[in-house]
């Protein structure tokens, strides 16, 4: 069984960049098949998709994010991580990793981050 765990501070100043990791137990982050992927939900706001790699070397992401969002994969800690510069208190919101594996699919309890100066 898959399990996520989402880690970083709950406050960021406006401007600054947004680190957050996901540390992942139960599976590899290297194993073919899986979908890793951010999740943010903002306050009164539905889900909304940032970004995600698999076993390829691409990464997607939401092209309203885009310009500002970078994920990567540490495979030594079997971590992957969100950065997301410029923050705003638009980006105020919960956080959460996501993985999809042979039609399951795995979240993470979710960081809340608040954006504010």
């Known amino acids: 069984q898959v399990q996520l765990q989402e880690s970083g501070p709950a406050l960021v100043k406006p401007s600054q960049t947004l680190s957050l990791t996901c540390t992942v137990s139960g599976g590899s982050i290297i194993t073919n098949g899986y979908d890793w992927s951010w999740i943010r939900q903002s306050p009164g706001k539905g889900l909304e998709w940032i970004g995600s790699f698999g076993s390829s070397d691409t990464t997607y992401y939401n092209p309203s994010l885009v310009r500002r969002t970078s994920i990567s994969a540490d495979t030594s800690k079997n971590q992957f991580t969100l950065q997301l510069i410029s923050v705003t208190p638009d980006d105020t919101a919960k956080y959460y990793c996501?993985?999809?594996?042979?039609?399951?699919?795995?979240w993470g309890h979710g960081t809340q981050v608040t954006v504010s100066s």
């Open positions: 996501h993985a999809t594996y042979v039609g399951n699919t795995y």
